[in-house]
T-cell receptor, first 113, second 114 residues
Framework: GESVGLHLPTLSVQEGDNSIINCAYS??????FIWYKQESGKGPQFIID?????DKRQGQRVTVLLNKTVKHLSLQIAATQPGDSAVYFC????????????FGEGTQLTVNP | GAVVSQHPSWVICKSGTSVKIECRSL??????MFWYRQFPKQSLMLMAT?????????EQGVEKDKFLINHASLTLSTLTVTSAHPEDSSFYIC??????????FGPGTRLTVL
């Protein structure tokens, strides 16, 4: 079945370093891939998305890379700050599935001052 | 824009009682809303898709008689957990679908069943 999984459950970095969070997906029919940030006790917050016909997209301090050949997605956060500490989820959706999102397992990012 | 609220933010109830959670899109209309549940240190699991004016579509394994969903207007969907038991304790999150594919998430409702 369709699944989206992450390579690492936890990631600890020093403030100011760059962070890379990885995600593997299985459904090659996905049209969009999205990264969400979830702080403790809160709902997911949209970070950035990428359409399946792209391989890179940049936002403010974040970059998402998509490698369809190996079905791999990554989120790069530049100059990581303590406020970036949260759980990060990748998700995918297929437009034919009525915008239903499939979430990965999540990576806990901890930024040490 | 695109703000989604949930009420209550947390609730504690006794086993056997029913609890209603509201999800509102505050500044846009949403014909489709989604309900998720999330256990500690786990991912979000889609429970059901709620469409305004029609019956909700439940994911496999989700009991429709236990988790009643009503989407009576373009800005409000409700989830009622009927005859709640301790195993229903979880973090319930709703989202509202925007114009395209995007989903805007609410802040979540923490349900604790004693």
């Amino acid at each position: 079945g369709e699944s989206v999984g992450l390579h690492l459950p936890t990631l600890s970095v020093q403030e100011g370093d760059n962070s890379i969070i990885n995600c593997a997906y299985s459904n090659s029919a996905s049209d969009y891939f999205i990264w969400y940030k979830q702080e403790s006790g809160k709902g997911p917050q949209f970070i950035i998305d990428i359409r399946s016909n792209m391989d890179k997209r940049q936002g403010q301090r974040v970059t998402v890379l998509l490698n369809k050949t190996v079905k791999h997605l990554s989120l790069q956060i530049a100059a990581t700050q303590p406020g970036d500490s949260a759980v990060y989820f990748c998700a995918s959706l297929s437009e034919t599935s009525g915008s239903r999102l499939t979430f990965g397992e999540g990576t806990q990012l901890t930024v040490n001052p | 824009g695109a703000v989604v609220s949930q009420h209550p933010s947390w609730v504690i109830c006794k086993s056997g009682t029913s609890v209603k959670i509201e999800c509102r899109s505050l500044d846009f209309q949403a014909t489709t809303m989604f309900w998720y549940r999330q256990f500690p240190k786990q991912s979000l699991m889609l429970m059901a898709t709620s469409n305004e004016g029609s019956k909700a579509t439940y994911e496999q394994g989700v009991e429709k008689d236990k988790f009643l969903i009503n989407h009576a207007s373009l800005t409000l969907s409700t989830l009622t957990v009927t005859s709640a038991h301790p195993e229903d304790s979880s973090f319930y999150i709703c989202s509202a679908k925007g114009l395209w594919w995007e989903q805007f998430f609410g802040p979540g409702t923490r349900l604790t069943v004693l």
